[in-house]
């Protein structure tokens, strides 16, 4: 494992791009929308009862900048249950009250390359969660939230995510209900990691505080301001609030982007080039920091549980507006199209 110690010392050097004009962001984004609108692929999750009801034409697509502009299209003030989504945000709330290594250290972040709510993965590895994007690391990371109890536990992830969305978020009691009858594997992945020795508490307690925190309703929009809070470093661009560090936020956006949606991961950084995170409820949320996050809600899914509207329409917005954090163009060209070496380059 890569020791950390040897270059935390050295000074944060940060290197963004800027988006284009308002009026710009705001057109491509109402194009997005209107594209993938029509797109009728996957179906809606059924293994939690209440989200099989859902409309599955429902679809909102929303962009933040990280200087506050807005950006909503179509059923972005739709309101749905944040689900896995959540694991980011709590992921850095752990951080920013334990550090960096320890976090690091029970939860570890590396790809399993395995469905998000597998036992297997955790068996293989010795009890390790690996990462805090899947279910194990992800209630191993609430069991990480202060609290005496599991209600001022639940109360620290709420006020916290309410934080990052910049306003007030309800528990969706129906939605928390129905996966509450249905979370027999959840408990087990808990009790599970409690054999090993990675969970402090009783594991049912912890196990519930994770199954309220996924049934918090938000919209599109909301998920976009909790994106962008990431993007500038912290500090919500709509409140002006700092939620947590800009440390936090870079080794947040690193797990996500190798792990934030699940076995499809690789094949979302190679397309799209952007750290994201989805939700089984439909939204996604992805983050290009220092410029701003894009987000979609769309109940069809693919196999892997990823919004299939929301994937499109984030990777127009990513191609159109210039997110992908891996591309880049020659900084100087000649009228052929060559790139042009400086006269130092040339004599190093």
């Known amino acids: 494992m890569l020791d950390p110690v040897a270059w935390l010392d050295v000074p944060q050097e940060v290197s963004t791009g800027t988006l284009p004009g308002w009026d710009r962001v705001d057109e491509i984004v109402q194009e997005a929308h209107a594209r993938y609108v029509s797109e009728r692929g996957g179906r809606v999750a059924d293994y939690i009862p209440v989200l099989a009801e859902v409309d599955p034409e429902l679809f909102g697509l929303a962009v933040i900048e990280v200087g506050g502009g807005l950006h909503d299209a179509g059923d972005a003030l739709h309101p749905f249950s944040i689900q896995s989504i959540s694991k980011m ?8 009250e334990h550090g960096h290594e320890k976090v690091r250290d029970i939860v570890g972040v590396n790809n399993t390359g395995l469905a998000f709510n597998s036992v297997i993965a955790m068996e293989l590895n010795g009890g390790h969660p690996m990462n805090p994007m899947v279910n194990a690391g992800a209630i ?8 005496a109890t599991a209600v001022e536990q639940w109360e620290r992830v709420r006020e ?3 934080a990052f969305a910049g306003r007030p978020l309800s528990l ?20 599970l990691l409690r054999s090993y020795g990675r969970l402090d508490g009783d594991p049912d307690e912890i196990v519930d505080v994770y199954t309220r925190q996924c049934a918090l309703n938000v919209t599109a929009h909301d998920l976009a301001v909790m994106g962008a809070t ?5 500090v919500n661009p709509v409140t002006g609030e700092r939620v947590v560090s800009a440390d936090v936020c870079r080794d947040t956006l690193a797990v996500v982007a190798s792990s934030g949606l699940y076995e499809r991961s690789g094949d979302w950084l190679f397309e799209i080039g952007l750290p994201a995170k989805s939700g089984v409820a439909g939204g996604i949320v992805a983050v290009a920091p220092g410029k701003g996050a894009a987000a979609g809600f769309s109940p069809r899914l693919d196999d892997a549980g990823n919004s299939v509207r929301s994937q499109m329409a984030i990777g127009h917005l990513s191609r159109s507006l210039g997110l992908n954090l891996f591309a880049s163009a020659p900084a100087r060209e000649n009228v052929s199209g060559h790139g042009v070496r400086s006269q130092e380059q040339e004599t190093r």
């Open 89 to 96: 945000f709590v992921y850095a709330l752990a951080i920013q």
């Open 160 to 162: 916290g995510l309410s």
């Open 140 to 147: 191993a990371t609430t069991a990480l939230m202060p609290g």
């Open 172 to 191: 969706d009691g129906v939605v928390y209900a129905s996966e509450a009858e249905t979370n027999d594997r959840n408990r087990a992945l808990g009790r």
């Open 230 to 234: 990431l993007a500038d470093g912290g």
